[in-house]
């Protein structure tokens, strides 16, 4: 009977633990990102666009990839974080010179790592950035509820750009 109930229990404990091992095996594949933005302009403030709601869906989307994800500072310019970068534009639709309550959106994600590599025929060392994806695209879209939609396109790029980089790293 003892050997039949410490059989159950590694099962069971094999059963739950599976998806916090696959979550682990995910996070193992990808080392750290680290995702930013620009600061915001007048533009982006009629346009009712953020760079922080942005990164906030990034971190999200890279998260539910099962990618780690930490603040950007100084400090995550090591070798050791692959950056995501998130650069949107925004310009306010005029009409007959009267606002449209439309902007044009101009939306960029880069996924890049910094490194240090070696010149062939100098023998010097550089710094250099390996860039792994870069989506992008333009849309035309009412202020009001062009938050939502930009961070959906984010969203799309990002789980592209996550698919590109597990391709390039087998």
């Not at 050997?3 to 193992?28: C, D």
């Not at 639709?93 to 240090?116: F, H, M, P, W």
Request: charged share 15%; aromatic share 8%; proline share 2%.
């Amino acid at each position: 009977m003892a050997r039949f109930s410490t059989v159950v229990l590694a099962l069971a404990l094999t059963s739950a633990s599976t998806p916090a091992l696959a979550q682990t095996a995910a996070s193992a594949a990808f080392p750290v990102h680290s995702a930013y933005g620009e600061t915001d302009d007048d533009n982006m403030a009629a346009c009712k666009v953020t760079h922080a709601s942005s990164v906030a869906a990034t971190e999200r989307t890279l998260r539910s990839n099962g990618i780690r994800t930490v603040t950007h500072t100084e400090n995550t310019l090591s070798r050791d974080v692959v950056l995501a970068y998130i650069n949107i534009n925004a310009l306010p639709v005029r009409q007959g010179g009267k606002e449209t309550g439309a902007c044009a959106y101009s939306i960029n994600y880069e996924l890049y790592d910094n490194t240090n590599f070696t010149n062939p025929v100098t023998k010097g060392s550089h710094f250099g950035k390996v860039m792994y994806c870069n989506q992008g695209g333009l849309l035309v879209w009412s202020a009001a509820t062009a938050q939502a939609q930009v961070n959906k396109d984010l969203q799309n790029y990002v789980s592209a750009c996550v698919k590109e980089y597990t391709a390039s790293k087998n």
